[in-house]
């Protein structure tokens, strides 16, 4: 029984860019530099889908199950229908999860901006008025 064999593409990754950290290049400087969180996540996203992938297979043998009056090719072409639309449908909840993360990722980060742009108004306002309130009594006895 065939089925998906590796974990769904990302859609829209970027390549990492690349660090200006001030000092000379690594001695294996031709090697793009790895980051460990993100080859652990990758491993952690291929263990979950492969886990996926065993769990469609079991769920599709136990539905076929239920015909056994089905001959061995008829058998083994719904145990793949079965895993298929199943490996589909698992993949479609993760785009949809993905899109509903990159959506809140980009609101959070508006609102950040938002809340920067708001204190530095304030910050600067205060600047001002403190500027002007030592000014104005030097202008006034002067």
């Known amino acids: 029984m065939g089925g ?3 974990p769904p593409k990302a859609r829209g990754a970027r390549p990492e860019a690349k660090r200006r950290t001030g000092r000379p290049p690594a001695p294996h400087a031709d090697r ?3 980051d460990p969180g993100l080859e652990i996540a990758r491993l952690e996203g291929y ?3 492969e886990a996926e992938v065993a769990a469609a297979r079991r769920d599709a043998r ?3 199950d239920r015909f056994p009056w089905l001959a061995p090719d008829d058998r083994e072409a719904l145990e793949q229908a079965y895993t298929d639309d199943r490996l589909r449908y698992a993949e479609e909840v993760v785009d949809r999860a993905v899109g509903r993360c990159r959506a809140l990722a980009a609101r959070y980060r508006a609102e950040c901006r938002r809340i920067c742009a708001r204190w530095a108004a304030v910050c600067v306002s205060v600047a001002f008025a403190v500027a002007l309130l030592a000014v104005v009594p030097v202008a006034l006895h002067g």
Request: hydrophobic share 65%.
């Open 62 to 64: 136990a539905f076929a």
């Open 4 to 6: 998906r064999q590796r």
């Open 32 to 34: 793009p530099a790895v």
């Open 47 to 49: 263990l979950a889908w």
